[in-house]
C-alpha cells in the first residue's frame, strides 16, 4: 500500500482542482483536468504535459524514474525531474524548460553559448537536462566552486562522458555573467 | 607535414551545437507522424518456455488497443548471425523475449494492453552459464546448434576462410623456448550495458504491398537496409531515415528486431507504429558485451618475447548471436596486432545460453579478450619482472609484422609503431617513479594502498569496409554532403564537412548535409571501428576532390587554360599565379547547373590505431573499495581533425560499459532463474560528476601517409585499454592477482584476506 498517499492525492487533486495553471517559460498555461484531448490527465508527468501538449521536445525522457536528470527543468527556481513530478501538482508554479532560455543578441544563455564553444556535449541527449540544472545552480550562487558544480550536476547520467568539457561551461558561462554584471553596476 | 590548414584541426563549433543547446535537436521520441500508434512488447517471465496459448481478448477490447501480434501473425523473417532467430517465435529463450507486440493509441495504453494478454507456458529446462550450457545431455536454445555451441566465423567475411581462432607456428616449440610458462584462467563474464541515454527505438511504417520505411535513432541506418534484407527478402523495399542518435557505443549499430515489431505492427493497423524500448527492457532485454573466459598458457622470454600463447577463448552470447562470431573474428586480429608472437593456438568456442544477447559495444570482442587474455601474459610477465610498459612498446605490431585479420587473410602492418606513443604516455603519466613492481603497491598510508596499471587495445577496422558518398557544388557557392551518415556524439557529421571544406578551400557555412535518407545517399556503413575518419573520411574527401575536379573542367575554357592551372577558394575560380582574375561558380555554374562528384573508400585492414591507458588507483583495505584516481590515455591521431570531439571521444573512456567495468559497471543477473537484478539506473551503477578522477589526454600527430590530412579515428578504443589498466593496478595495490572482474569490495578484501594482508 504504499502508493496509498499518491493515489489520495491524485483523487483529491481530481475532486478539488478542475483546472491548473503553469507559467510555462514566462507564459500562462491553463489545462483542464480530465482524461479528453488537450487535458491535464490526473496520471500525467510534468515532462508528459511539456512534451506531448506543449511540444516542448528540448525536455528528454530516458528512465522516466528520476534516475538520469535527463528530463530536469527549473520549477520556481529548483531543478526538478519533470518525470518525477504530476502535473497537478505544479498548480501555479513557474516552470523554465531549454526553450525557454536565452537573452541578448544572440538569443542565447551565456551557458548555451559556452557549452557550445566547449563542444560541452557529445550524443546531446543529456545536454539539455545538464543545463537547466547548470542554470539553476548559477542562478542561486553566481560564483561556484568546482565541487558546487559536480555536487549540482551529480544527478545526470552522461555515458558519452561530456563532464570534463561541461565543468569547463559552466565555469566559464559563471566567469561571463559575473563580468557583465560587475560592468552594468 | 607542415601544410597549413583553414579547418583542419581547428577550434571550430559543431554544425549541430545550436541545435544541441537549445534542444531543438528532432531524436526519434520527438517525431510525431500523422495517426502514429505506439508499440510494446509483453515479455516471458521464464528464461525457456513454449508459448502453449495467448488470449488476446481482453486487451483487445480495451478502447484505443489497434493490434495484438504473436508467433502465429508474423512472417517467418529470421536474424542473428545465421538467421536462426524468428522475429516472434513459439519458444523463448530468455528472461525478456518478445512473446507478443501491441499497437495502441498512446505507449500508456499499450502497456496496459499487453498486461492484460494471458500466456499459457510450458515451462522448460534452461542454461544460464556457459557451463552448464555444455553439460552433456543440457537443453538446447535451437536444434540447429548441438551443444549449444554456434558457428564460428562470418560467411560475408571470405566465406569459410573468415577468422575464427589464431592458429600458427608451433606452439609446443614455442614453450621449450620460453624462460617462464604461465597458465591460468580469467574471466570478463560480467556483461556490462553500455546504456545510451536514448533507448532503442524505430518508427515503422508499411505500405501495401511490399514497402517498408523506417526512422531510427541508430548509429548506422544505411546497413540496416543491408542486414533486414537478408531476413526479409529481396522482394520486399526497404527504406531508412537516420535521425540523430542519443548514444549507441556501438551498441545500436544493430536493432532489426525493435524496427521489425514496428513495421509487423504497422503493417496489422496500416499506420506508423513508434516502438521504442523503456530504459528498464533497453537494460534487461537489449545487447549486453559478449561474455569471455580464456583458459590458456603462455610462454615468455626474459626480454619480453613471447614465445607462444594457447588456449581457448570461451565466449556466451546469451540467446543469440548477430554479430559475436564477428567479434570473435576482430577480437582474434586485435590480440595479434598488441601480442607479437610466432607460436599461437588460440581457439575461439562461442556458446549460448538462456539469457539477454551480447552485442555490439564500443571495443567490439577486442576489449572483452584483452580483459581476460593479457591478465595471462601478466602471469608470465610477473614471474620475468617484465615491466609491462615496455612489454607492450616490444609487442604492438610494427610497420612490416604481419596478422590475419577478420576475413582470414594476412596484412602486413603499414601503420604507425606506437612505440613513442607509450613511452610519452609513460612519460607525462610519470609510470617509471609509480611502478614499483608486479604484485607491489606505489605506495602505503595506512589502509589506502596506491597502485598503478597500464593497458593497451589497438584496430585495424579504422579502415573496415566500404564507404561512399557524394558532394553537390550548387551555383550559389555551397556544398552539399549526401553521405548516409547520422551524428551519433562524436562530431563526425561536422568532421567530414571539414574535411570536404578543406578540399573545396569554403568556409563551414557553406557546407550542408543532404538528408539522412537510405534512398537519397549512397552507400555508407555507419560508424565502427573508429572508420568514419579514416574510411568514411576518404570518401567524402574523394567525392570533394572529384566535384573540384570537374567544377575546374567546366572553368578552363573561361580561362583560356587547363584545369590543372586553375584553384578554388570561397566560391570563386582562379588561376594559380594570377589569382587576379576570379569568377565565381555562379557564373561557371550558370546558375543553372551543379556539380556532383563521387568518392569510395576501398577498404584497408593494413593500418591500425593505437590507445594506452595509464591509471593509478587507491584501493581502501578496511572497505575493499576501489577508487579511481587517475586516468592517463596516450594515441596518435595522425593528424588532430577536432581537437575537442576528439577529447570528448578519450575521456569517454569512463562511460559506456568502459573503464569501470572493471570496478563496479555490471549487469547483475539471478543465476537460477535468469531475471536481471539491476535493469534499472539506480541499481546499474554508473559513475556520477561527483567522483571524476583526474584525466588527461596525450595526443601525438606522427602522420598516417595513407590518409589526404594523414589522420586515423581513435573513437571507438577508447573504451578498450582501460579495464585491464584497472585490474593491473588493484592486483599491484592488494599484491594479488585477481582471477574475475568486477573488483568489488568483497573480492579485494577476500583477496587481502588471502593474502594475510589484513
Not at chain 2, 599461437?344 to 555490439?360: E, F
Request: hydrophobic share 40%; with cysteine.
Amino acid at each position: 500500500m504504499a502508493c496509498l498517499p499518491g493515489v489520495i492525492f491524485v483523487i483529491d487533486a481530481m475532486r478539488t482542482l478542475r483546472s491548473i495553471r503553469l507559467i510555462v517559460n514566462g507564459e500562462e498555461k491553463v489545462f483542464k483536468v480530465g482524461r479528453g484531448p488537450g487535458q491535464v490527465k490526473p496520471f500525467e508527468t510534468l515532462a508528459e504535459t511539456l512534451r506531448e501538449t506543449l511540444g516542448l521536445t528540448g525536455t528528454k525522457i530516458s528512465c522516466d524514474e528520476g534516475a538520469c536528470g535527463a528530463c530536469t527543468v527549473i520549477m520556481n527556481g529548483k531543478a526538478v525531474p519533470s518525470c518525477m513530478i504530476l502535473t497537478v501538482e505544479c498548480d501555479g508554479s513557474k516552470i523554465t524548460t531549454i526553450e525557454g532560455l536565452g537573452r541578448g543578441p544572440s538569443g542565447l544563455d551565456p551557458l548555451q553559448q559556452a557549452f557550445i564553444e566547449h563542444t560541452a556535449f557529445q550524443c546531446g541527449f543529456c545536454t539539455p537536462g545538464i543545463i537547466m540544472s547548470a542554470r539553476a545552480l548559477l542562478n542561486r550562487n553566481p560564483n561556484p566552486g568546482e565541487e558546487e558544480i559536480r555536487e549540482a550536476l551529480s544527478g545526470h547520467l552522461c555515458r558519452c562522458i561530456s563532464h570534463y568539457q561541461v565543468i569547463e561551461a559552466v565555469k566559464e558561462a559563471a566567469r561571463k555573467e559575473r563580468w557583465e554584471r560587475s560592468s552594468d553596476s | 607535414m607542415g601544410e597549413e590548414f583553414r579547418f583542419i584541426g581547428k577550434k571550430i563549433p559543431r554544425q549541430d551545437a545550436l541545435d544541441i543547446v537549445t534542444g531543438r535537436v528532432r531524436f526519434l521520441n520527438d517525431i510525431r507522424l500523422p495517426n502514429m500508434l505506439y508499440g510494446h512488447a509483453l515479455r516471458s517471465p521464464y528464461a525457456h518456455a513454449l508459448i502453449k496459448k495467448v488470449d488476446k481478448s481482453r486487451a483487445l477490447r480495451l478502447k484505443g488497443v489497434k493490434a495484438v501480434l504473436t508467433w502465429e501473425d508474423v512472417p517467418d523473417w529470421k536474424g542473428g548471425s545465421r538467421n536462426t532467430t524468428r522475429i516472434l517465435d513459439r519458444k523463448v529463450r530468455f528472461v525478456g523475449d518478445v512473446v507478443a507486440l501491441v499497437a495502441a493509441e498512446t505507449k500508456r495504453l499499450a502497456i496496459e494492453a499487453a498486461r492484460l494478454l494471458k500466456v499459457e507456458y510450458e515451462v522448460l529446462p534452461h542454461v544460464l552459464s556457459p557451463d552448464e550450457a555444455m553439460r552433456e545431455g543440457a537443453p538446447l536454445l535451437y536444434d540447429e546448434y548441438p551443444g549449444n555451441i554456434l558457428p564460428s566465423g562470418v560467411p560475408q567475411w571470405g566465406g569459410p576462410r573468415s577468422l575464427k581462432s589464431v592458429v600458427m607456428g608451433n606452439v609446443e616449440e614455442g614453450l621449450k623456448e620460453a624462460h617462464a610458462i604461465a597458465e591460468g584462467e580469467f574471466r570478463y563474464e560480467h556483461i556490462p550495458n553500455p546504456i545510451p541515454l536514448e533507448s532503442p527505438g524505430a518508427i515503422g511504417l508499411w505500405e501495401e504491398p511490399n514497402r517498408m520505411t523506417i526512422w531510427v535513432s541508430d548509429q548506422a541506418f544505411y546497413k540496416h537496409v543491408e542486414y533486414l534484407r537478408r531476413i526479409v527478402g529481396e522482394e520486399i523495399e526497404i527504406r531508412t531515415f537516420g535521425l540523430p542518435c542519443g548514444g549507441s557505443y556501438g551498441s545500436k549499430s544493430m536493432s532489426w528486431q525493435v524496427q521489425l515489431y514496428a513495421v509487423l505492427l504497422s503493417r496489422a493497423t496500416g499506420c506508423p507504429v513508434h516502438f521504442s524500448l523503456t530504459k528498464h527492457e533497453h537494460l534487461a532485454t537489449f545487447v549486453l558485451r559478449p561474455s569471455s573466459r580464456i583458459k590458456g598458457k603462455v610462454g615468455m622470454k626474459r626480454d619480453g618475447t613471447v614465445t607462444a600463447i594457447s588456449g581457448t577463448w570461451l565466449v556466451d552470447t546469451g540467446y543469440y548471436s548477430q554479430t559475436t562470431q564477428a567479434q570473435v573474428a576482430v577480437g582474434c586480429g586485435e590480440a595479434q596486432l598488441a601480442i607479437r608472437s610466432q607460436n599461437w593456438d588460440l581457439r575461439s568456442l562461442i556458446v549460448c545460453t538462456n539469457r539477454t544477447a551480447s552485442g555490439i559495444v564500443r571495443g567490439f570482442g577486442g576489449q572483452e579478450l584483452k580483459c581476460s587474455l593479457i591478465p595471462l601474459l601478466c602471469l608470465a610477465m610477473a614471474k620475468l619482472d617484465v615491466d609491462p610498459v615496455d612489454f607492450f612498446k616490444k609487442n604492438f605490431a610494427k610497420p612490416g609484422d604481419g596478422y590475419f585479420w577478420r576475413d582470414g587473410l594476412w596484412y602486413t602492418y603499414r601503420g604507425v609503431d606506437p612505440a613513442p606513443v607509450i613511452e610519452e604516455g609513460a612519460r607525462r603519466f610519470g609510470w617509471r617513479e609509480k611502478w614499483k613492481g608486479w604484485l607491489r603497491p606505489t605506495s602505503v598510508d595506512g589502509q589506502k594502498r596506491r597502485g598503478v596499471g597500464v593497458g593497451i587495445h589497438g584496430n585495424a577496422d579504422v579502415g573496415e569496409d566500404a564507404s561512399e558518398a557524394y558532394v553537390r557544388l550548387d551555383w550559389n557557392g555551397t556544398a552539399t554532403i549526401f553521405s548516409c551518415l547520422t551524428e551519433h556524439g562524436t562530431g563526425q557529421k561536422t568532421n567530414i564537412a571539414r574535411m570536404a571544406a578543406e578540399v573545396l578551400q569554403l568556409s563551414m557555412e557553406r557546407m550542408r548535409h543532404a538528408p539522412a535518407d537510405s534512398l537519397i545517399g549512397p552507400r555508407e556503413r555507419g560508424p565502427g571501428g573508429s572508420r568514419m575518419t579514416y574510411a568514411a573520411g576518404s570518401a567524402v574527401i574523394k567525392a570533394a576532390e572529384d566535384a573540384r575536379e570537374k567544377l575546374l573542367i567546366l572553368a578552363a575554357p573561361l580561362f583560356g587554360t587547363t584545369p590543372e592551372d586553375l584553384d578554388t577558394k570561397d566560391g570563386m575560380v582562379f588561376q594559380r599565379h594570377k589569382p587576379e582574375k576570379r569568377i565565381p561558380w555562379s557564373s561557371i555554374l550558370e546558375g543553372t547547373r551543379t556539380v556532383m562528384g563521387y568518392g569510395r573508400f576501398e577498404p584497408d585492414y593494413s593500418i591500425s590505431n593505437c590507445l594506452v591507458t595509464f591509471v593509478e588507483v587507491e584501493v581502501d583495505t578496511e572497505t575493499g573499495k576501489v577508487d579511481l584516481l587517475k586516468v592517463f590515455n596516450a594515441t596518435n591521431a595522425g593528424r588532430i581533425i577536432d581537437p575537442q570531439s576528439l577529447e570528448g571521444q578519450l575521456n569517454g573512456c569512463l562511460g559506456s560499459a568502459g573503464i569501470d567495468t572493471a570496478i563496479f559497471e555490471e549487469t547483475i543477473m539471478d543465476g537460477s532463474t535468469g531475471h536481471i537484478l539491476n535493469a534499472n539506473l539506480v541499481d546499474y551503477k554508473w559513475r556520477t560528476f561527483l567522483e571524476l578522477p583526474e584525466i588527461e589526454n596525450v595526443i601525438l600527430e606522427i602522420p598516417y601517409p595513407t590518409h589526404r590530412f594523414h589522420a586515423v579515428g581513435v573513437g571507438e578504443i577508447a573504451t578498450s585499454p582501460g579495464p585491464l589498466a584497472v585490474w593491473m593496478a588493484v592486483c599491484n595495490a592488494v599484491g594479488q592477482f585477481f582471477y574475475e572482474y568486477p573488483l568489488t569490495p568483497e573480492r579485494v578484501l577476500a583477496a587481502l584476506k588471502r593474502g594475510g594482508k589484513v
